[in-house]
């Protein structure tokens, strides 16, 4: 009888594995079909957030070209910027919903190239060919992105979320992250240390905390939206907390570096410091690259590097623009040049000072500016034995 019931049991299970290999390629293509889904809500969204930036850009150059008394939000350019520009926040929101965070966040480099090239058509940048390099290079980065991004896509379930939230990789890396945070926050307070790598760093890893809980907002929602209610879950209004805590804390440190550095060297460097620590927390919060082989890897990588090069490339050769200097030049005043008409300088010429009052800027001159002592003067009236009392008049010379 074991013998004759052998082959039934080998019949049974034939169909059993053949219908386990057919599940596996659909569930493939659903994924990339997410992947897709997501690259393109995130470029759609990060497009109609550079055109809406551009267009607030072009309404205020327009203002201040013009004797128009209004205030630049009683424009309608203005507020069809302002429309374009929650329209995208909102397609890049939902981005994270469908596809993995270690796929979206380089995608911001879409944005650059995007505001690059408005500016060339609209507002009239110019542009020198090895520009056009740069954003080739930033185009090819992006490619790379999407054709070899992760491909690993789980639910957003409070349960998952919630798993993911008390692994042990995951507070290993808030632990690091919490560590770096605090001493880099104590060296830019406490030490002065403003250089443009604290701030960004600080700004960072606050943004790495956003994308996460920005990824478990929109999935839950999303998952919510289809049948499967998630609104329920504390984890959900934990994250929402977190997401617009951590996004308000990033704004302020972006706000502070702005005032001290070239917007286009935030964009490069922010870049790049953003999307490397946003990648890792992804990697370690959602697991986003388990399963995916080394080739996948190391293409994703490249392009990632590739992206990083093209928007520096593009950032790069942005001029930053000169102050207004608040002093009055005195040669350019008639009149005020000589007094008395006997030849006695007020100020010397103004060629390249740099505040009021100033000689010349030039440290390649030996010469030293020092107080000349005139001889003394002593006038007799017809007295010999008694002499007018001796005087010194000073005046700022070269010292020969």
Known sequence: MEGGNSPNLQLQQLPLATAAVSVQPHTDSFSYKENLIGALLAIFGHLVISIALNLQKYSHIRLAGSKDPRAYFKTKTWWCGLFLLVLGELGVFSSYAFAPLSLIVPLSAVSVIASAIIGIIFIKEKWKPKDFLSCGLAIVGTYLLITFGPNSHEKMTGENITRHLVSWPFL???????????????????????????????????????????????????????????????????????????????????????????????ASIGYILSTTVAITAGATFYLDFTGEDVLHICMFALGCLIAFLGVFLITRNR??????????????????????????????????????????????????????????????????????????????????
Do not use: W
């Open 172 to 266: 290993l890396y808030m632990l690091v992250e919490i560590v770096m945070f605090c001493l880099l926050l104590y060296f830019y307070k406490e030490k002065n240390a403003n250089y443009i790598v604290v701030i960004l760093l600080l700004v960072a890893l606050l943004g790495s905390m956003t994308v996460v809980t920005v990824k478990a907002v929109a999935g839950m929602i999303v998952v919510s939206i289809q049948g499967n209610l998630q609104l329920d879950y504390p984890i959900f209004y934990i994250m929402l907390v977190c997401m617009i805590a951590t996004a308000i804390f990033q704004a302020t440190f972006l706000a502070q570096a702005s005032q001290l550095y070239d917007s286009s060297q935030i």
């Open 319 to 400: 001029k930053k623009s000169v102050p207004f200097e608040p002093y009055i030049s005195m040669d350019a005043m008639p009149g005020m040049q000589n007094m008395h008409d006997k030849g006695i300088a007020v100020q010397p010429d103004l060629k390249a000072s740099f505040s009021y009052g100033a000689l010349e800027n030039n440290d390649n001159m030996p010469e030293i500016y020092t107080p000349a002592t005139l001889p003394i003067v002593q006038e007799q009236h017809g007295s010999k034995g008694v002499s007018a009392p001796p005087y010194r008049v000073l005046e700022h010379g070269k010292k020969e």
